[in-house]
């Protein structure tokens, strides 16, 4: 069964640097996604993509953050300059279309920041 | 007031029981809900998506949408301790950017 995977499982950086955390969304799919969960709250939207452009970005995606697609297969979510409140987990999701249809999510990325 | 609203628990039940699984939502664009399992520090797991008001069942799972009064459910029959876990409803559709919007989720227990 087809599954969107996450890497690296767990990131580890230090307050100010920069991450990457990469994603390989359902092959056949069109419109990706990124959502975040910090420790015991809810799993909250970052932002939507499609045809290569930003659909829908929160409040805290901020200039900080960016996303990529730079090849057929991969989705990159990149945090420019880490800070402390940006540990969390960090879910890719994909689906075939947007409106009706289910959203997949990946296993996730532990982003820690020290 | 939040957008949806979901009793985080936790809710202790014996196997064998029937659980229900309760959200509220306010925003009345909302136009379909799904419902994730997630298991501890792993991704949110797709069991039920709904689209319209009524019922909808998988398996021991029955979701149901009652748009009228914004509230959505969802039954376990004859739960398993592999039910164990945190149950999370979504709520999408106010755009069209397929943003969800998630309840704070339910943690549950099924003792053998």
């Known amino acids: 069964e087809p599954e969107v995977t996450q890497t690296p499982s767990h990131q580890v950086t230090q307050m100010g640097q920069e991450v990457i955390l990469r994603c390989v969304p359902i092959s056949n799919h069109l419109y990706f996604y990124w959502y975040r969960q910090i420790l015991g709250q809810k799993v909250e939207f970052l932002v939507s993509f499609y045809n290569n452009e930003i659909s829908e970005k929160s409040e805290i995606f901020d200039d900080q953050f960016s996303v990529e697609r730079p090849d057929g297969s991969n989705f990159t979510l990149k945090i420019r300059s880490t800070k402390l409140e940006d540990s969390a987990m960090y879910f890719c999701?994909?689906?075939?279309?947007?409106?009706?249809?289910?959203?997949?999510f990946g296993p996730g990325t532990r982003l820690t920041v020290l | 007031q939040k957008e949806v609203e979901q009793d985080p628990g936790p809710l202790s039940v014996p196997e064998g029981a029937i659980v229900s699984l309760n959200c509220t939502y306010s925003?009345?664009?909302?136009?379909?809900f799904m419902w994730y399992r997630q298991y501890s520090r792993k991704g949110p797991e797709l069991l039920m998506y709904?689209?319209?008001?009524g019922n909808k069942e998988d398996g021991r799972f029955t979701a149901q949408v009652d748009k009228s009064s914004k509230y959505i459910s969802l039954f376990i029959r004859d739960s398993q301790p592999s039910d164990s876990a945190t149950y999370l409803c979504a709520a999408g559709g106010s755009g069209n950017t397929g943003k969800l919007i998630f309840g704070q989720g339910t943690t549950l227990q099924v003792k053998p």
């Open positions: 925003n009345s664009a909302f136009q379909y």
């Open positions: 999701a994909s689906s075939y279309r947007t409106g009706d249809d289910t959203q997949y």
């Open positions: 709904t689209y319209s008001s």
